[in-house]
T-cell receptor, first 114, second 114 residues
């Protein structure tokens, strides 16, 4: 059973606001990921991290930033929210050892930008 | 180019029917891993199965079975005697041994009608 948490679960916010989506895992996994997904649609990789102080951009990263100061914590920040950011954001983690380990997903944050 | 293709966007079946979800992948690596995930309406992705490229044995887990064929680059998923609780979006994914990114298909939305 994976222990990965995301807060908030739901967020409604106005355009231009700065927001941070939290993701924490208690499994000691080195690798963590952020995906953006419209309901039932494909997943788009935003950012990923191999470990502390290591972050990489995915396909959809230009409007957000991440940090990885602690192994268990991988927050995603939108500096200025826009209606186009309305979506579900999924955080995932996986062990650093081995290449074929699965990702474990959090419950997601559903964001609505007005 | 899309590395993972799920050509079926939506499928509807009547309860107790069998249904097969198709997944075709593309990679030049000789070592890679394939996955299936289930995403129920609650939004969280649930890991179902992992297969490495050296193991072409089909697998059965209860009503679920998977058919991995390297010759056709396919990793199809069959649900036998479908139930309403099987209604979800199912994603196929690939990770190559040389990388850390998961490549997801666009998902197949399965509706099981009672």
């Amino acid at each position: 059973e994976a222990d990965i948490y995301q807060t908030p679960r739901y967020l409604v916010i106005g355009t231009g606001k700065k927001i941070t989506l939290e993701c924490s895992q208690t499994m000691g996994h080195d690798k963590m990921y952020w995906y953006q997904q419209d309901p039932g649609m494909e997943l788009h990789l935003i950012h990923y991290s191999y470990g502390v102080n290591s972050t990489e951009k995915g396909d959809l990263s230009s409007e957000s930033t991440v940090s990885r100061i602690r192994t268990e914590h991988f927050p995603l920040t939108l500096e200025s929210a826009r209606p186009s950011h309305t979506s579900q954001y999924l955080c995932a983690s996986r062990p650093g050892t081995g290449y074929g380990e699965t990702q474990y997903f959090g419950p997601g944050t559903r964001l609505l930008v007005l | 180019a899309q590395k993972v293709t799920q050509a079926q966007t939506e499928i509807s079946v009547v309860e107790k029917e069998d249904v097969t979800l198709d997944c075709v992948y593309e990679t030049r690596d000789t070592t890679y891993y394939l996955f299936w995930y289930k995403q129920p309406p609650s939004g969280e992705l649930v890991f179902l199965i992992r297969r490495n490229s050296f193991d072409e044995q089909n697998e059965i887990s209860g009503r679920y079975s998977w058919n991995f064929q390297k010759s056709t680059s396919s990793f199809n998923f069959t649900i036998t005697a479908s139930q309403v609780v099987d209604s979800a979006v199912y994603f196929c994914a690939l990770i190559e041994n040389t990388g850390n990114q998961f490549y997801f298909g666009t998902g197949t939305s399965l509706t099981v009608i009672p």
